[in-house]
Every structure is written in structure tokens, then in C-alpha cells.
């Protein structure tokens, strides 16, 4: 019962997309405004992914260098967030442990 429940399911997807990709074929033979407008859109788009591309091939070893975390401090050359002789889970003799209270 559930292959039979699939396949309709699946075969109905199969008549939407077919249906859908033929009047999009129709619409686009028909070359009116809104094709116009699509196609405008579409080369804008592609040709903005194309230059983001290639601006990221010649400059995106700067922009990352630029913003790459140096040393043990936090980003931009802040103070590191435990003191430089504890490891991040050690704590001085004596610190209760801290909680997080609302």
C-alpha cells in the first residue's frame, strides 16, 4: 500500500514540474515583459556571481590574512580569555565553581 502511496505522490510531483517547465517554455517563446524582465535579471545575476567569483580568486588571500586571529589572544589583538599559565579548564585552588544563574 505504501509503494502504490509513493508512486503517486512521485507521480504527481513529475505532472506538476512537467506542467510548470512547459508553460515556462511557452512564456518564454512568447518573448513578452516578463521574459524580458527574467532574462535581465537572470544575466544580472549570473554576471554578479561571476565577478564575486573571480574578485574572491585575486583578493580573498588579502581579506583573509586581514582578518586571520594572531597569537593566543582574542580577535583584533584582545586579552585571552583565561590567565597564560592555566589551561582553559584548570581554575586557581580555592575558585568555587561558577554557575550560571537567571
Known amino acids: 500500500m505504501e509503494e502504490q502511496w509513493d508512486f503517486q505522490l512521485l507521480s504527481r510531483v513529475a505532472d506538476s514540474l512537467v506542467a510548470?517547465?512547459?508553460?515556462?517554455?511557452?512564456?518564454?517563446?512568447?518573448?513578452?515583459?516578463?521574459?524580458?524582465?527574467?532574462?535581465?535579471?537572470?544575466?544580472?545575476?549570473?554576471?554578479?556571481?561571476?565577478?564575486?567569483?573571480?574578485?574572491?580568486?585575486?583578493?580573498?588571500?588579502?581579506?583573509?590574512d586581514m582578518y586571520y586571529r594572531q597569537g593566543t589572544g582574542g580577535q583584533n589583538g584582545g586579552t585571552p580569555d583565561t590567565a597564560p599559565h592555566l589551561s582553559g579548564w584548570e581554575s586557581a585552588v580555592g575558585d568555587a565553581l561558577k554557575t550560571h544563574r537567571e
Open 20 to 64: 510548470f517547465l512547459s508553460e515556462f517554455v511557452d512564456d518564454w517563446l512568447a518573448n513578452d515583459m516578463r521574459v524580458a524582465v527574467f532574462k535581465i535579471l537572470l544575466t544580472w545575476l549570473v554576471l554578479s556571481l561571476i565577478a564575486i567569483h573571480f574578485a574572491w580568486k585575486v583578493y580573498g588571500n588579502t581579506v583573509n
